[in-house]
């Protein structure tokens, strides 16, 4: 009878870019319009500082994410570079080194010289960059890719609070914009967590509670300044 059993950590890469982008989209928003709101401002003014918040949220995550991601492509690539002039000048020394690399993970020192043998006949860049330095001979890294993800999660998530501050009476916009970012919140939360395999209430509780923190904050500081300038 086959045995099959469902892993969630390859999941791990682009659940962190969506659940981060979507996140801060919706906690930058909401708290950008919560702080704008409390300082007592018109309805158009708020509209504008939240769509201006959402652009510009969009493109700072694009540029981090690709930034980020193109920096590890470098290093990766170095690494790669690196290898594979090791192995031009010194394949049986790499082939000893991947044979030890088997030995300390509990092989046998016979099994491991043939293990190693066969994989670098094989291939033996991808061996060694798998299991020496922990990359992906493939070069895994894709820049624009990550950016417009990233950017595209954060205009879902911006776009939420945005959406409930257009649509409602400007004395409500406070209270309906922070109770509805907190249920939205909670569901991404729960959703990133299911996805992941992690306790839904738990990753439900965790970014709704940051989330309100921020907005909490952020209204205090609008407040504080609308008395001030008032």
């Not at 309805?43 to 981090?64: K, T």
């Not at 990766?76 to 300390?104: F, G, H, P, T, V």
């Amino acid at each position: 009878m086959s045995h099959h059993e469902i892993h969630r950590s390859n999941r791990v890469g682009w659940l962190r870019a969506s659940v981060l982008g979507a996140n801060d989209g919706l906690v930058s928003t909401a708290s950008l319009i919560i702080g704008v709101a409390s300082a007592s401002t018109g309805h158009n003014e708020i509209l504008l500082a939240g769509v201006a918040g959402l652009v510009a949220g969009a493109m700072s995550m694009a540029a981090g994410e690709y930034v980020s991601v193109s920096s590890q492509s470098d290093t990766e690539n170095a690494d790669l570079a690196l290898e594979r002039k090791s192995l031009e000048d010194n394949y049986e020394i790499e082939q000893l080194e991947l044979a030890e690399i088997y030995e300390q993970r509990g092989v046998d020192p016979w099994l491991a010289q043939q293990v190693s043998f066969q994989l670098m006949e094989h291939d033996a860049l991808g061996a060694n960059a798998r299991d020496e330095i922990g990359i992906s001979a493939d070069g895994d890294a894709k820049p624009m890719q990550a950016a417009f993800s990233s950017a595209a999660s954060f205009l879902v998530g911006a776009s939420l609070p945005l959406a409930v501050a257009w649509l409602v009476p400007f004395h409500l916009i406070i209270v309906l914009v922070a109770l509805s970012s907190l249920v939205f919140l909670a569901l991404l939360g729960g959703l990133a967590a299911r996805t992941g395999g992690a306790s839904i209430i738990t990753g439900a509780i965790r970014v709704t509670f940051w989330g309100a923190l921020a907005m909490a904050l952020t209204a205090g500081v609008g407040a504080l300044f609308g008395v001030a300038a008032g």
